[in-house]
């Protein structure tokens, strides 16, 4: 089964850090380009980050550049993203999502990990 | 950056009914790529229709998406019971990737 996990999320204070992980499984992780997409409660889709299959192309929301940090083992199958300086508009649910290449519709997607940013 | 709005933002309908979503970009979404997104309450989204017509794996031939340029379609034919929920349209075309805000599909 084709089937996307994220963890790492969790409770963390203004300016503190978190890393999420979004481990693969039932598909060849390394021929696929991943994304990083946020939802704030009650609100819209938010694309975050994007990594290309062998981490050449690498692209983030402007809300986030300088913060995060996107990257990824093909060996383990794994997806990270490393967020500092953590703000309260932070807040949200964060899916990691597959997409078959690096302009595509991104077909896969996980259940989410909830990182909350409040003092 | 493309920056995509939806309309209406709710859509009161009954089962059975049709239902026509638009998403406009505020530019030309190069080679019609432009993704269409259902998301439940508590769920992830689920992707629904790729280069703006192309239908996923596994989505029922009610789902059917139009367009090009800078208007495109979502028409669900006869509304079923567990198509009410949230549909956002997406722009892969340009990085950054972008989402429209969303469209309720709500039971009337």
């Known amino acids: 089964e084709v089937q996307l996990v994220e963890s790492g999320g969790g409770l963390v204070k203004p300016g503190g850090s978190l890393r999420l992980s979004c481990a693969a499984s039932g598909f060849t992780f390394s021929s696929y380009s991943m994304n990083w997409v946020r939802q704030a409660p009650g609100k819209g889709l938010e694309w975050v980050s994007s990594?290309?299959?062998?981490?050449?192309?690498?692209y983030y929301a402007d809300s986030v550049k300088g913060r995060f940090t996107i990257s990824r083992d093909n060996a383990k199958n794994s997806l990270y993203l490393q967020m500092n300086s953590l703000r309260a508009e932070d807040t949200a649910v964060y899916y990691c999502a597959r997409a078959k290449q690096w302009a595509d519709a991104f077909d896969i997607w996980g259940q989410g990990t909830m990182v909350t940013v409040s003092s | 950056e493309i920056v995509l709005t939806q309309s209406p933002g709710t859509l009161s309908l009954s089962p059975g009914e049709r239902a026509t979503l638009s998403c406009r970009a505020s530019q030309s979404v190069s080679s019609s790529y432009l993704a269409w997104y259902q998301q439940k309450p508590g769920q992830a989204p689920r992707l629904l229709i790729y280069?703006?017509?192309s239908r996923a794996t596994g989505i029922p031939d009610r789902f059917s998406g139009s367009g090009s340029g800078t208007d495109f379609t979502l028409t669900i034919s006869r509304l079923e019971p567990e198509d009410f929920a949230v549909y956002y349209c997406?722009?892969?075309?340009?990085?950054?990737?972008?989402f429209g805000q969303g469209t309720k599909v709500e039971i009337k």
């Open positions: 990594i290309s299959s062998s981490s050449s192309y690498i």
């Open positions: 997406q722009q892969y075309g340009s990085p950054p990737w972008t």
């Open positions: 280069g703006a017509s």
